[in-house]
Protein backbone atom coordinates (compact mmCIF):
# COMPACT_ATOMS: atom_id res chain seq x y z
CA UNK A 1 0.00 0.00 0.00
CA UNK A 2 1.07 3.21 -1.03
CA UNK A 3 2.67 6.24 2.04
CA UNK A 4 -0.47 8.58 1.00
CA UNK A 5 -3.14 5.79 1.75
CA UNK A 6 -1.73 4.78 4.59
CA UNK A 7 -2.01 8.12 6.11
CA UNK A 8 -5.17 8.72 4.59
CA UNK A 9 -6.76 5.48 6.09
CA UNK A 10 -4.88 6.00 9.89
CA UNK A 11 -6.45 9.67 9.51
CA UNK A 12 -9.89 8.11 9.14
CA UNK A 13 -9.92 5.69 11.85
CA UNK A 14 -8.72 8.83 14.39
CA UNK A 15 -11.68 11.05 13.60
CA UNK A 16 -14.30 8.29 13.72
CA UNK A 17 -13.00 7.79 16.81
CA UNK A 18 -13.40 11.32 17.67
CA UNK A 19 -16.26 11.93 16.56
CA UNK A 20 -20.00 9.96 17.41
CA UNK A 21 -21.69 8.46 14.86
CA UNK A 22 -24.72 9.77 13.77
CA UNK A 23 -27.60 7.73 13.09
CA UNK A 24 -30.17 9.02 10.52
CA UNK A 25 -33.69 8.80 10.91
CA UNK A 26 -36.24 7.19 8.86
CA UNK A 27 -40.04 8.33 8.33
CA UNK A 28 -42.56 7.02 6.94
CA UNK A 29 -46.31 8.10 6.57
CA UNK A 30 -49.97 7.46 5.51
CA UNK A 31 -52.90 10.25 4.97
CA UNK A 32 -56.19 9.55 5.11
CA UNK A 33 -60.18 11.23 4.55
CA UNK A 34 -62.71 9.98 6.23
CA UNK A 35 -65.74 9.23 4.23
CA UNK A 36 -69.73 9.61 5.71
CA UNK A 37 -72.68 9.77 3.99
CA UNK A 38 -71.21 10.52 0.62
CA UNK A 39 -69.25 13.50 2.20
CA UNK A 40 -65.92 14.13 3.05
CA UNK A 41 -66.13 14.82 6.68
CA UNK A 42 -62.28 15.09 7.89
CA UNK A 43 -58.98 13.53 7.52
CA UNK A 44 -56.88 11.02 9.89
CA UNK A 45 -52.58 11.59 8.54
CA UNK A 46 -50.27 9.62 10.75
CA UNK A 47 -46.44 9.96 10.55
CA UNK A 48 -43.35 7.54 12.06
CA UNK A 49 -40.48 8.20 13.07
CA UNK A 50 -37.65 6.12 13.83
CA UNK A 51 -34.19 7.34 15.56
CA UNK A 52 -31.93 4.03 16.60
CA UNK A 53 -34.52 1.60 19.27
CA UNK A 54 -37.11 4.70 19.46
CA UNK A 55 -40.02 5.07 17.19
CA UNK A 56 -42.14 8.14 17.68
CA UNK A 57 -45.89 8.00 16.20
CA UNK A 58 -47.61 11.67 15.55
CA UNK A 59 -51.32 11.11 15.10
CA UNK A 60 -53.60 14.11 13.84
CA UNK A 61 -57.64 13.24 13.15
CA UNK A 62 -60.39 15.78 12.48
CA UNK A 63 -63.56 15.11 11.62
CA UNK A 64 -65.99 18.30 11.09
CA UNK A 65 -69.76 17.22 10.00
CA UNK A 66 -72.15 20.45 9.10
CA UNK A 67 -75.73 20.30 9.02
CA UNK A 68 -77.54 23.48 7.43
CA UNK A 69 -74.20 25.13 7.81
CA UNK A 70 -74.54 24.51 11.47
CA UNK A 71 -71.49 22.28 13.55
CA UNK A 72 -73.18 19.50 14.06
CA UNK A 73 -70.39 17.00 15.39
CA UNK A 74 -66.58 18.25 15.66
CA UNK A 75 -64.03 15.64 16.59
CA UNK A 76 -60.21 16.55 16.80
CA UNK A 77 -57.03 14.58 17.99
CA UNK A 78 -53.62 14.87 18.55
CA UNK A 79 -51.59 12.35 19.87
CA UNK A 80 -47.92 11.32 20.29
CA UNK A 81 -46.92 7.62 21.04
CA UNK A 82 -43.39 6.63 21.81
CA UNK A 83 -42.73 2.54 21.06
CA UNK A 84 -39.07 1.10 21.72
CA UNK A 85 -38.88 -2.61 19.95
CA UNK A 86 -42.53 -3.05 19.62
CA UNK A 87 -43.79 -1.64 23.30
CA UNK A 88 -45.65 1.29 23.98
CA UNK A 89 -43.48 3.76 26.50
CA UNK A 90 -45.06 6.78 26.29
CA UNK A 91 -48.14 8.68 25.16
CA UNK A 92 -49.74 11.50 25.30
CA UNK A 93 -53.17 12.34 23.43
CA UNK A 94 -55.70 15.23 23.51
CA UNK A 95 -59.03 15.28 21.95
CA UNK A 96 -61.58 17.69 21.72
CA UNK A 97 -65.21 16.52 20.85
CA UNK A 98 -67.47 19.58 20.42
CA UNK A 99 -66.49 21.44 23.80
CA UNK A 100 -65.56 18.47 25.74
CA UNK A 101 -61.84 17.06 26.09
CA UNK A 102 -60.92 14.06 26.75
CA UNK A 103 -57.29 12.94 27.38
CA UNK A 104 -54.76 10.47 28.00
CA UNK A 105 -50.78 10.24 29.44
CA UNK A 106 -49.59 7.28 29.77
CA UNK A 107 -45.54 5.81 30.41
CA UNK A 108 -44.08 2.35 30.24
CA UNK A 109 -43.21 1.07 33.91
CA UNK A 110 -41.90 -2.27 35.68
CA UNK A 111 -44.79 -3.76 35.98
CA UNK A 112 -46.72 -2.50 33.12
CA UNK A 113 -48.30 0.89 31.02
CA UNK A 114 -49.08 3.18 33.71
CA UNK A 115 -52.29 5.57 32.17
CA UNK A 116 -54.20 8.60 33.30
CA UNK A 117 -56.80 9.40 31.02
CA UNK A 118 -60.21 10.95 30.95
CA UNK A 119 -61.78 7.25 31.53
CA UNK A 120 -59.20 5.34 32.82
CA UNK A 121 -56.22 5.44 35.56
CA UNK A 122 -54.41 2.58 36.72
CA UNK A 123 -51.77 0.03 35.37
CA UNK A 124 -52.74 -2.46 32.53
CA UNK A 125 -49.80 -5.25 32.25
CA UNK A 126 -48.53 -7.21 29.46
CA UNK A 127 -47.96 -5.55 25.60
CA UNK A 128 -51.28 -3.36 24.86
CA UNK A 129 -51.65 -1.70 21.76
CA UNK A 130 -53.23 1.32 20.77
CA UNK A 131 -56.32 2.87 18.89
CA UNK A 132 -53.65 4.25 16.22
CA UNK A 133 -53.97 0.88 14.02
CA UNK A 134 -50.50 1.36 11.76
CA UNK A 135 -49.48 -2.24 12.37
CA UNK A 136 -51.03 -5.51 11.55
CA UNK A 137 -49.04 -6.72 14.59
CA UNK A 138 -51.72 -4.67 16.71
CA UNK A 139 -54.08 -7.53 15.97
CA UNK A 140 -52.40 -10.13 17.74
CA UNK A 141 -53.04 -8.32 20.98
CA UNK A 142 -56.04 -8.53 23.20
CA UNK A 143 -55.61 -4.88 24.74
CA UNK A 144 -55.73 -1.69 23.06
CA UNK A 145 -55.65 1.65 24.67
CA UNK A 146 -58.04 4.00 23.02
CA UNK A 147 -55.62 6.82 22.35
CA UNK A 148 -59.09 9.25 23.10
CA UNK A 149 -59.76 8.48 26.50
CA UNK A 150 -57.21 6.06 28.04
CA UNK A 151 -59.80 2.60 28.40
CA UNK A 152 -58.15 -0.22 27.74
CA UNK A 153 -59.85 -1.96 25.24
CA UNK A 154 -61.12 -5.41 25.25
CA UNK A 155 -60.47 -7.08 21.23
CA UNK A 156 -60.41 -9.59 19.49
CA UNK A 157 -59.38 -9.75 15.92
CA UNK A 158 -61.16 -11.99 13.05
CA UNK A 159 -59.29 -12.31 9.57
CA UNK A 160 -62.25 -12.71 7.22
CA UNK A 161 -60.44 -12.72 3.74
CA UNK A 162 -59.61 -10.98 0.74
CA UNK A 163 -61.38 -7.48 0.48
CA UNK A 164 -60.78 -4.32 -1.34
CA UNK A 165 -59.72 -0.69 -0.16
CA UNK A 166 -60.17 2.34 -1.48
CA UNK A 167 -57.64 5.25 -2.47
CA UNK A 168 -57.92 8.11 -4.61
CA UNK A 169 -55.48 6.66 -7.21
CA UNK A 170 -58.44 3.64 -7.31
CA UNK A 171 -59.17 -0.04 -5.55
CA UNK A 172 -56.20 -1.61 -4.10
CA UNK A 173 -56.09 -5.72 -3.13
CA UNK A 174 -56.67 -5.78 0.97
CA UNK A 175 -57.15 -8.25 4.05
CA UNK A 176 -59.98 -7.69 5.93
CA UNK A 177 -59.71 -7.90 9.51
CA UNK A 178 -63.17 -7.79 11.78
CA UNK A 179 -62.24 -6.21 15.22
CA UNK A 180 -64.95 -6.83 17.68
CA UNK A 181 -65.46 -6.91 21.54
CA UNK A 182 -65.12 -3.00 22.91
CA UNK A 183 -64.53 -2.10 19.79
CA UNK A 184 -66.45 -2.58 16.67
CA UNK A 185 -64.90 -1.72 13.43
CA UNK A 186 -62.97 -3.48 9.75
CA UNK A 187 -59.69 -2.88 9.07
CA UNK A 188 -57.58 -3.50 5.89
CA UNK A 189 -53.76 -4.13 5.07
CA UNK A 190 -51.92 -5.02 2.51
CA UNK A 191 -49.80 -8.32 2.09
CA UNK A 192 -47.00 -5.85 3.23
CA UNK A 193 -49.00 -4.97 6.40
CA UNK A 194 -48.96 -1.35 5.28
CA UNK A 195 -52.59 0.34 6.65
CA UNK A 196 -55.18 0.47 3.81
CA UNK A 197 -58.23 2.00 5.55
CA UNK A 198 -60.97 1.39 8.09
CA UNK A 199 -64.89 1.00 8.29
CA UNK A 200 -67.42 1.53 11.10
CA UNK A 201 -70.66 2.87 12.07
CA UNK A 202 -71.61 6.23 12.95
CA UNK A 203 -74.73 7.93 13.57
CA UNK A 204 -76.10 4.73 11.79
CA UNK A 205 -74.09 5.12 8.40
CA UNK A 206 -71.16 3.59 7.30
CA UNK A 207 -67.91 5.55 7.79
CA UNK A 208 -64.88 4.72 5.52
CA UNK A 209 -61.46 5.92 5.30
CA UNK A 210 -60.22 7.31 1.61
CA UNK A 211 -56.18 6.40 1.20
CA UNK A 212 -55.17 9.73 -0.01
CA UNK A 213 -51.34 9.35 0.24
CA UNK A 214 -48.79 6.74 1.42
CA UNK A 215 -45.11 7.29 2.05
CA UNK A 216 -42.47 4.46 3.25
CA UNK A 217 -44.09 1.70 5.21
CA UNK A 218 -45.03 2.29 8.62
CA UNK A 219 -45.69 -1.23 9.81
CA UNK A 220 -42.34 -2.22 8.33
CA UNK A 221 -40.72 1.13 10.21
CA UNK A 222 -42.10 0.01 13.57
CA UNK A 223 -41.42 -3.53 13.40
CA UNK A 224 -37.88 -3.33 12.98
Do not use: C
Request: proline letters at 3%; aromatic letters at 10%.
Amino acid sequence: MKRRNLIIGASSSIFTGLYPLVTLAETASTNFSLLWRGLDVGFSNIKLKRSGKKVIANIEVKISVKILNFDAFSYNLKNEEVWESGILTKINSKTIIGKKTEFVTGKREKNGFNIEGSKFLGLVEGNPATTSYFSPEFLKRKTWISTQDGDPLSVSATKIGPDIAKSINGEIPATLWKISGDLDLDLLYDKDGKWLGSRFYAGGSQAEFLLQKSVGNMHSLWKI
